[in-house]
């Protein structure tokens, strides 16, 4: 499978009632019944609509974009495509390396390795706004 | 043996399996289909439903499933040698384990990412709902129960181990505030954290805290029993927090740390070069647990383990952009728990000690193999950190801080699971009192675990370790043959050969019942009256679970025969002409 042109990652807020706690343990939605309810969902959903954001620039970047939707606590993904895409952009190592770790900041817009964009809450035409220079 | 070379092996027989055998599975067995509508993109919320990269999802699934329980199962295990609980892990990781995994994950996204509990209804039975209730009841009864133990071993045994620990409280909590509060970039603050626990470690040297005195004043007989109940105390006021408070920071710093451990294990292992010191085969004294079955249960986590299909179809399911994904995520995933495994064996046979006759005193007998097996992974996981230059002292309390933290957390998790799993089966038995009394379902989440942990049967030198772990890996495998008998009548359903996941659920189930009813006669001569009535309770939920399955698969190729030369008929809201 061949590379996309350009890599759009948005990392998400800090979702309030996800957890997992390692092997012999899972999230109450796991067992799947009615008290399996997470209460702080009202909280995630004031957090914003991340989701929102990138379906509309999965909408307007077209298929030759990867846009991502990254959890913040995902570092074993974020912190080496993010320095990976950096380092692709002719970014020095360190550069690289300090663009990775301030990439896990929730609320995070992040083109090519570039952020564009961190810890304010977007909508889909801010967050628009922000990727159309890197991309054109 | 050099414990390097067995690492290559092992690993390059991980990598074939997932080449060709969960191509196999992907292809031929459960048929996905890349233009399949995933529930992340048809129920698209924003909050749990988003489409995501395959390697953003697997980051979320490994850290999810990997944690304590693979290190200490195997741990015991080697007490028959390293060869055949080396062999159970890898051939359990390529045929059950991946099997298992991928399966409850490619089963639920094909009915809008439920989870595996409200599946055993839908493609089982309304009773199958009920029984998944009683085993992950009985599971996670015995996971806290054990993990109590566990960690109040390791207390008792590494005193310096005591103030990282519970400073890592406040710290997660600091953590966690300014995460949440500051939006700042997550990975500093923790790693900030991380260092600052591993500072402590040097503290903790310097001041150990030991409790045997004042247990000894309050009339203990053991010290472990003290730090049991303070550790059920602390899970049930930790368990009444918001997740993001306590928990979820705290199973952030985890997710470093099992990196950390991770890469020291095998750096650890290529810098020292370390042999194997323990047999093969070991010859073990003849009143021993026979190794068939006992070792398959031993091993739960780390071969095959329950709680995964719990963690690819209450979350990963719901996330998988496109639904061959899952073969990446959800088969890897089990890889990656094998490896966990393999590190654990490594870390016993060929880190702890230098000789055999070291070793032989460590495995003599079960019994003081089984009580021994976590501290002897923290003694081998101190060795490979001190061939990395770290002094063996502080090493020893690095690696006890990883399996407490492991075990704490899942201790947390569990005890807020069980909450719910109770109040679900107050629901079922209409005791409604129970079942909206949250504060209520706590206690009896914390105290039936507790007096397992604490009372945990007669005879004249009381239970063994291995023996309630063993009853926990009953309970994990079960939890894992209700999953496979599901992935088994869909696949049924689908008109698809179901050998590659009937043959690891018929295996289980012979393995788990095999082993309920020589540890019932157990006992029942040793007068082991808790665990008699908990194994006899056990043992009643697995015939019940091999009628289920049996009366589901029969009613799946009935259905299916009748159906010859039709078109496949979804079964339920099965979404096989749902594709894009």
Partial sequence: ?136 | MPAIVIAVVVLALFALGYVYYSRYLADRVYGLDPSFVTPAHELSDGIDYVPTNKHVVFGHHFVSVAGAAPIVGPAIAVFWGWGPALAWVVIGTIFAAGVHDFGALAVSVRHKARSIGTLTQDVISRRARTLFLLIIFFLLTLVNAVFAVVIGNLLVANPGAVIPIFVEIPLAIAIGQYIYRKRSAALVPSIIGVIGLYLLIWVGNEVPIEITGLADQLGFDRARDLWVIILFVYTFIAARLPVWMLLQPRDYINSHQLFIALGIVLLGVLVGWNSVVAPVFNDVPDDSPSIFPFLFITIACGAISGFHSLVSSGTTSKQLDKETDGRYVGYMGALGEGSLAMCSVLAVTAGVVASRAEWDTLYGDFSTASDGAAGNFVNGVAVFANNLGIPLDLAVIFAAVVVISFAATTMDTGVRLQRYVVQEIATLAGWNALSRNLTLAGIVAVAVPMAMALLPGGGDAGYTFGVLWQLFGTTNQLTAGLALAVVAVWVVSRRRNPVAVIVPLVFLLVMTSWALIVNLRNFIEAGEWVLAPLDAIIFVLAMWLIVEAAMALRRAYTDRAGSAGEPVQPRLDDDDARTG
């Fill in chain 1, 1 to 136: 499978m061949s590379r996309p042109a350009h890599r759009i990652l948005l990392v998400g807020p800090w979702r309030a009632g996800s957890s997992s706690g390692g092997c012999c343990s899972a999230e109450p939605a796991g067992i799947g019944g009615e008290h399996a309810h997470r209460p702080p969902a009202e909280a995630d959903r004031r957090e914003g609509d991340a989701a929102g954001v990138v379906r509309a620039l999965r909408s307007s970047a077209g298929p030759a974009v990867d846009v991502q939707l990254v959890d913040p606590r995902n570092t074993l993904y974020l912190l080496p495509v993010v320095y990976r895409d950096a380092r692709t952009a002719g970014v020095s190592m360190v550069r690289a390396a300090v663009t990775a770790i301030r990439a896990t900041t929730p609320w995070t817009l992040v083109v090519d390795g570039r952020i564009v964009s961190r810890g304010d809450m977007l909508d889909p035409v801010g967050a628009e706004r922000r990727c159309s220079p890197l991309l054109a």
